[in-house]
């Protein structure tokens, strides 16, 4: 058995298919396709209104410039001693860089926040001239270590450990 063509329409089917309207068989006209591009043009318009109406309700969009805040710790540096000294220390912000002070007149105190995860840490060095220079790192209130420097260009580094997640 082969393909049969009505002789009215001049339209193909295969036997046993029916393409009856009103008692006339009628041509196939490619409906499947026209459907599968219907909701294939469908698909595609609700995922464009979904990632639009994200993006419109997003959160972030509210304040462009404002970065999400970073888990940190209290953390305070002292340098105690006479004269001047040169400090290191980890500065706040959410990569925790360092801050340099020159020629600090001691004593010196400062308090940051530091990144959870980061080392609290200072470091003094002493002028030419030498003299004896203390440093000293509290974390959340409670020391943790001191250190001493002494004589010309003489150094000292204190360091902290904080967790690296909220629990402490």
């Known amino acids: 058995m082969g393909d049969v063509t009505e002789p009215d329409t001049g339209a193909v089917r295969e036997p046993g298919e029916k ?3 009103g008692g006339k068989v009628m041509p196939r006209r490619g409906v499947r396709p026209l459907r599968a591009a219907l909701w294939t043009a469908a698909v ?4 464009c ?3 639009l109406l994200y993006g419109v309700l997003s959160p972030q969009d509210a304040d462009p410039g404002k ?3 970073v ?3 209290e953390v305070t540096y002292e340098v105690t001693g006479t ?3 040169d400090i290191t220390y980890q500065a706040h ?3 925790g860089k360092a801050a340099v002070v020159t020629a600090a007149a001691l ?3 400062t308090t940051v926040r530091v990144p959870l995860g980061r080392t609290p840490v200072v470091g003094v060095v002493l002028g030419a001239e030498g003299g004896r220079a203390r440093c000293a790192v509290a974390v959340g209130g409670r020391h943790v270590q001191s250190a001493t420097a002494t004589g010309g260009f003489g150094r000292a580094t204190c360091a902290g450990s904080v967790p690296a997640t909220g629990r402490g």
């Not at 595609?44 to 995922?47: Q, T, Y």
């Open 67 to 69: 970065r999400p805040a």
């Open 19 to 21: 393409h009856l309207t």
């Open 44 to 47: 595609a318009l609700a995922a």
């Open 83 to 85: 004269g001047t000294a």
């Open 71 to 73: 888990a940190s710790v």
């Open 107 to 109: 004593p010196w105190r």
């Open 93 to 95: 912000g959410e990569g």
């Open 49 to 51: 209104g979904g990632l």
